[in-house]
């Protein structure tokens, strides 16, 4: 037990040491810590017993705890939770989330200590440490002795945690002035994840056990079931599913994903945009699926929920999940056997790998499922990849050889024809001559003019546009529908047919070997602007031949000169063959178009009577 020894100094002066073995064992090792008060000395004494005889956490030896040395925003607590505070890009229950690990797992063993380098600073070995301790399940400093054991946390976990303790840290580093050199969450060595425990968390499908789950589902669940499984869409997307979002992508019936629920930081529900940037986008779904989602739109504002829980409102994942998924495995168990214990998310793994045994290529999965990044992609799904071993030997043994079979993926995919007219190709020879490649660095790229191609036509509104880059005029395609979708959904309301719809829509891409249309080929992104319009007419004596049109509103693209303007606001004046004098106004700022608008009325007014066609209509008389 930790004691009080009093000494005099040679100036006659009195002072306190408290004294105590390390650990409290007869050969540790003996530390001591003066006062010059003995209500302090009492005091620390009293902590180092009730710290098992070790220096109590936080404090600096010579010169007390670390809070009362530093500012307190340099403690740990307050200044992780005021760099979660700063995080943009994540929900509000996720920042709430990070907030409780903070509270619950870190602070308990790193509260008393600074964030900044130095004596009362975090260093590598606590944090090692921290890691351990969450890997074991052990108490932390600050525990309350009598506290119930802590979860043993699996890699994974520990592994998340870890990374936001290591973002914490580093903004640490990076702050101006910086509060620390290095970030002590680096060579951090961390639990060792198991590919079976992986394999344990995702359960993957197979079509028949898909068939059986929907089978037992109640009827009011089974159109949000199917949906999510025929799209992989997450919970939140799925159920946030608007009439509006019913779409067409290259002619065929696709959804729209731009918006999802989110949590914000009290728990509460609340609609927003997509996880990422690239949740936001467009797939294509079957027309079976197309005709059930049109059928529960019919009669629906464009911007209500397709689906509802049990008393109107959305579905809440719980409930969902307690009063309808659940018995629906349950059922599958007992009526079919079922061994698998899918939870709901399962289903989006579920539809990622009925793609990977189609073999559909990951680029296009990463797509549909909204994936911020192939290798997303790949970490989730890559070990069902060995599936497609024979496959990629063969496309391999293809490129190679020349006398080798087609791989089953081209065959079956219908361009095994397009190499018919190639001419044969010489066995590969490995190596290569100096000086064979020339350097094309610096060559600026150039409007491809007609010629060969291949070219990337679109069919916007009825006219072909053509690009030189795939993925630029996929991009275009999507964008126009989203644009026009509004006037495509009156159009289809007012009971036009769908090949009208279409027209009106994009169509394509749609591949040829070259463009001998009109204009140059797109070799860049073309600009977009929201440009507003008017036009006015006036007779011949000045007066307007009707009512003023109000402005008009839409996007415009570049490849549409009669529409696309990047200027505030322009006007023009045109004489018609008719015998009127049209004012036409356009531009990006409506409050610059109004005035405009009124510039160009004006001068149609003065000169409605110049009109050159005005001889030939009286002529026609």
Same mark, same amino acid.
């Given at each position: 037990?930790?004691? $009080?020894?009093?000494?005099?100094?040679?100036?006659?002066?009195?002072?306190?040491?408290?004294?105590?073995? =390390?650990?409290?064992?007869?050969?540790?090792?003996?530390?001591?810590?003066?006062?010059?008060?003995?209500?302090?000395?009492?005091?620390?004494?009293?902590?180092?017993?009730?710290?098992?005889?070790?220096?109590?956490?936080?404090?600096?030896?010579?010169?007390?705890?670390?809070?009362?040395?530093?500012?307190?925003?340099?403690?740990?607590?307050?200044?992780?939770?005021?760099?979660?505070?700063?995080?943009? %890009?994540?929900?509000?229950?996720?920042?709430?989330?990070?907030?409780?690990?903070?509270?619950?797992?870190?602070?308990?063993?790193?509260?008393?200590?600074?964030?900044?380098?130095?004596?009362?600073?975090?260093?590598?070995?606590?944090?090692?440490?921290?890691?351990?301790?969450?890997?074991?399940?052990?108490?932390?400093?600050?525990?309350?002795?009598?506290?119930?054991?802590?979860?043993?946390?699996?890699?994974?976990?520990?592994?998340? &945690?870890?990374?936001?303790?290591?973002?914490?840290? &580093? *903004?640490?580093?990076?702050?101006?002035?910086?509060? !620390?050199?290095? #970030?002590?969450?680096?060579?951090?060595?961390?639990?060792?994840?198991?590919?079976?425990?992986?394999?344990?968390?995702?359960?993957?499908?197979?079509?028949?056990?898909?068939?059986?789950?929907?089978?037992?589902?109640?009827?009011?669940?089974?159109? +949000?079931?199917?949906?999510?499984?025929?799209?992989?869409?997450?919970?939140?997307?799925?159920?946030?599913?608007?009439?509006?979002? +019913?779409?067409?992508?290259?002619?065929?019936?696709?959804?729209?994903?731009?918006?999802?629920?989110?949590?914000?930081?009290?728990?509460?529900?609340?609609? %927003?945009?997509?996880?990422?940037?690239?949740?936001?986008?467009?797939?294509?779904?079957?027309?079976?699926?197309?005709?059930?989602?049109?059928?529960?739109?019919?009669?629906?504002?464009?911007?209500?929920?397709?689906?509802?829980?049990?008393?109107?409102?959305?579905?809440?994942?719980?409930?969902? !999940?307690?009063?309808?998924?659940?018995?629906?495995?349950?059922?599958?168990?007992?009526?079919?056997?079922?061994?698998?214990?899918? !939870?709901?998310?399962?289903?989006?793994?579920?539809?990622?790998?009925?793609? $990977? =045994?189609?073999?559909?290529?990951?680029?296009?999965? &990463?797509?549909?499922?909204? @994936?911020?990044?192939?290798?997303?992609?790949?970490?989730?799904?890559?070990?069902?990849?060995?599936?497609?071993?024979?496959?990629?030997?063969?496309?391999?043994?293809?490129?190679?050889?020349?006398?080798?079979?087609?791989? %089953?993926?081209?065959?079956?995919?219908?361009?095994?024809?397009?190499?018919?007219? +190639?001419?044969?190709?010489?066995?590969? &020879?490995?190596?290569?001559?100096?000086?064979?490649?020339?350097?094309?660095?610096?060559?600026?790229?150039?409007?491809?003019?007609?010629?060969?191609?291949?070219?990337?036509?679109?069919?916007?509104?009825?006219?072909?546009?053509?690009?030189?880059?795939?993925?630029?005029?996929?991009?275009?395609?999507?964008?126009?529908?989203?644009?026009?979708?509004?006037?495509?959904?009156?159009?289809?309301?007012?009971?036009?047919?769908?090949?009208? $719809?279409?027209?009106?829509?994009?169509?394509?891409?749609?591949?040829?070997?070259?463009?001998?249309?009109?204009?140059?080929?797109?070799?860049?992104?073309?600009?977009?602007?929201?440009?507003?319009?008017?036009?006015?007419?006036?007779?011949?004596? %000045?007066?307007?031949?009707?009512?003023?049109?109000? +402005?008009?509103?839409? /996007?415009? /693209?570049?490849?549409?000169?009669?529409?696309?303007?990047?200027?505030?606001?322009?006007?023009?004046?045109? @004489?018609?063959?008719?015998?009127?004098?049209?004012?036409?106004?356009?531009?990006?700022?409506?409050? *610059?178009? #109004?005035?405009?608008?009124?510039?160009?009325?004006?001068?149609?007014?003065?000169?409605?009577?110049?009109?050159?066609?005005?001889?030939?209509?009286?002529?026609?008389?």
């Amino acid at each position: 037990m930790a004691y $009080i020894k009093n000494r005099e100094r040679s100036d006659g002066s009195v002072y306190f040491t408290v004294m105590w073995r =390390a650990g409290g064992a007869r050969g540790g090792k003996q530390e001591s810590e003066v006062f010059d008060d003995l209500d302090p000395a009492e005091r620390f004494k009293d902590l180092v017993n009730g710290h098992g005889q070790q220096w109590p956490p936080g404090w600096v030896r010579g010169r007390g705890f670390v809070q009362d040395l530093r500012g307190p925003d340099e403690m740990f607590e307050p200044f992780a939770m005021k760099q979660i505070g700063l995080l943009t %890009g994540i929900q509000g229950d996720t920042r709430a989330k990070y907030r409780r690990l903070v509270e619950q797992n870190m602070s308990p063993w790193f509260k008393s200590f600074s964030i900044r380098d130095g004596e009362g600073g975090i260093n590598r070995e606590m944090v090692q440490r921290w890691v351990n301790d969450l890997e074991k399940g052990a108490l932390a400093l600050h525990d309350p002795k009598d506290r119930k054991p802590r979860t043993k946390y699996k890699p994974k976990t520990i592994m998340n &945690q870890h990374g936001l303790l290591h973002a914490i840290f &580093q *903004a640490a580093v990076d702050a101006e002035p910086p509060l !620390r050199a290095t #970030n002590p969450c680096d060579y951090t060595k961390l639990p060792r994840e198991d590919g079976a425990e992986d394999e344990e968390e995702k359960v993957f499908l197979e079509r028949e056990e898909w068939a059986w789950i929907y089978e037992c589902m109640a009827e009011d669940a089974k159109d +949000l079931a199917e949906t999510m499984a025929e799209t992989g869409f997450r919970w939140g997307e799925a159920t946030a599913l608007q009439p509006r979002d +019913l779409r067409r992508r290259n002619g065929r019936p696709a959804i729209r994903v731009q918006r999802a629920w989110k949590r914000d930081e009290e728990g509460k529900p609340y609609m %927003g945009p997509p996880k990422t940037k690239k949740s936001r986008r467009t797939i294509v779904i079957t027309h079976k699926l197309d005709r059930m989602l049109r059928r529960r739109a019919q009669g629906l504002a464009k911007d209500v929920l397709l689906f509802t829980g049990p008393e109107g409102g959305k579905w809440d994942a719980g409930t969902f !999940r307690r009063l309808r998924w659940l018995p629906a495995i349950e059922l599958a168990v007992e009526k079919y056997g079922l061994i698998k214990k899918p !939870r709901i998310h399962d289903i989006r793994h579920s539809h990622a790998s009925w793609l $990977i =045994a189609a073999k559909v290529p990951l680029p296009a999965i &990463q797509g549909r499922l909204g @994936h911020e990044s192939i290798t997303t992609t790949i970490d989730d799904y890559g070990h069902l990849l060995d599936a497609l071993d024979d496959e990629v030997m063969a496309a391999v043994d293809w490129a190679m050889d020349p006398n080798a079979p087609l791989p %089953g993926f081209l065959v079956h995919s219908g361009l095994a024809d397009a190499t018919k007219e +190639l001419p044969a190709m010489p066995h590969q &020879q490995s190596g290569g001559s100096e000086g064979s490649w020339t350097d094309a660095s610096d060559l600026v790229q150039a409007t491809r003019q007609n010629g060969v191609g291949p070219v990337f036509v679109v069919t916007l509104g009825g006219v072909e546009v053509p690009f030189a880059d795939r993925q630029a005029a996929q991009d275009v395609a999507e964008q126009w529908n989203d644009d026009h979708a509004d006037e495509m959904e009156a159009m289809r309301a007012e009971g036009c047919s769908e090949n009208k $719809i279409t027209r009106h829509g994009a169509v394509g891409p749609v591949e040829r070997s070259e463009w001998t249309g009109g204009g140059a080929v797109w070799t860049r992104m073309p600009d977009r602007q929201f440009v507003h319009y008017g036009m006015a007419s006036f007779s011949p004596d %000045g007066t307007l031949a009707y009512e003023p049109r109000p +402005l008009t509103s839409r /996007w415009a /693209w570049e490849f549409e000169p009669d529409s696309f303007t990047a200027k505030a606001a322009e006007y023009r004046t045109e @004489h018609r063959p008719g015998g009127t004098t049209e004012a036409h106004v356009r531009g990006i700022n409506k409050a *610059a178009v #109004n005035r405009a608008y009124d510039e160009a009325r004006a001068d149609a007014a003065k000169v409605c009577f110049r009109n050159p066609y005005l001889g030939s209509v009286g002529a026609d008389a």
